[in-house]
């Protein structure tokens, strides 16, 4: 005789956006998950349970990038038309521009 055992734990997260359809920016593949967010960070991905949630149902997360300009002897702007299109959502700019 076989024995399963399987143990169940519930994660509760501060926020949780529910039922988002996540865009893997690496394999191109479109999941639908929930997204844990705990001290104002993605903590996790998968089924939780949240003090407050949001439902996402039909709407897409995409991951954001951030980049950084210091070595680069581009423009803010022509760094930004550059790296934008690519999934940039922040530019660190550590000179002036």
Known sequence: MTLALRIVVTITC?????NANLV????GEIYETDIAIADG???GLGRYEGRNEIEAKGKY???GLNTHIEM???SVTEFAAAVVPRGA????AD???
């Open 89 to 92: 959502t922040t530019v660190v």
């Open 61 to 63: 997360a995409i991951p």
């Open 24 to 27: 893997s920016v690496c394999s």
């Open 95 to 97: 000179r002036p521009a």
């Open 41 to 43: 960070t993605v903590a």
């Open 72 to 74: 680069c002897m581009l």
């Open 14 to 18: 501060d926020a949780l956006i529910k």
